[in-house]
């Protein structure tokens, strides 16, 4: 089965600090892997996939197959980066997504 | 800008009423999903509908239901409210093909007291 564990509930860090959200995977296939963001009393928005290899808002994350992981990182954490993030699975060829519980992130500064 | 648009930013309803949920997208979007948000459990899929009047189940749809009668409107029921059915549902779009991402709307907090 499809499962996505995001193993951090919060995370809270300094302005400035380094990010990690932490997200692994369980899928026996291709998966494309997804990570949404959620700032306060907006929508839930696309932050990046791994397909793309593109960094937004400073935020990479590389998908490592051998470890099943697709962490979200940051050199240095804003207070705008405040949010609920949460990493999602899609099987290839499908529509549906698998979420992960979420993380919410707290930039103090 | 795609724009999905939920019916409801905030509704109050009774145990057992039957209660209508709709979003509306104006991108002609083939793919329409209903999940529900709760804290510590992230999103939960409900239903999905990749075509008119079609219709799929998501991991958990006991007690609801939906309707596609437009491309453009995805309506989720819940047949007999109940208490454990209080949560923020989401409503999302996306193109069929490819790898094109999900649009999500601003979200329906509803309440069954």
């Known amino acids: 089965a499809q499962r996505v564990t995001q193993p951090e509930k919060l995370l809270s860090v300094f302005k400035g600090a380094p990010v990690e959200l932490k997200c692994n995977y369980s899928y026996s296939g291709s998966p494309e892997l997804f990570w949404y963001v959620q700032y306060s009393r907006q929508r839930l928005q696309l932050l990046l996939r791994h397909i793309s290899r593109e960094s937004i808002k400073g935020f990479t994350a590389d998908l490592n197959k051998g470890e099943t992981s697709f962490h979200l990182k940051k050199p240095f954490a804003q207070e705008e980066d405040s949010a609920m993030y949460y990493c999602?699975?899609?099987?290839?060829?499908?529509?549906?997504?698998?979420f992960g519980t979420g993380t919410r992130l707290l930039v103090s500064p | 800008d795609v724009k999905v648009t939920q019916s409801s930013r905030y509704l109050v309803k009774r145990t057992g009423e039957k209660v209508f949920l709709e979003c509306v997208q104006d991108?002609?979007?083939?793919?329409m999903f209903w999940y529900r948000q709760d804290p510590g459990l992230g999103l939960r899929l409900i239903y999905f509908?990749?075509?008119?009047?079609?219709?799929e189940k998501g991991d958990i749809p006991e007690g609801y239901s939906v309707s596609r009668e437009k491309k453009e409107r995805f309506s989720l029921i819940l047949e007999s409210a109940s208490t454990n059915q209080t949560s923020m549902y989401l409503c999302?779009?996306?193109?069929?093909?490819?790898?094109?991402?999900?649009?999500f709307g601003d979200g329906t907090r509803l309440s069954i007291l």
């Open positions: 999602a699975l899609r099987n290839t060829g499908f529509q549906k997504l698998v």
């Open positions: 991108m002609d979007h083939e793919n």
């Open positions: 999302a779009s996306s193109f069929e093909q490819g790898d094109q991402p999900q649009h």
């Open positions: 509908s990749y075509d008119v009047k079609m219709k």
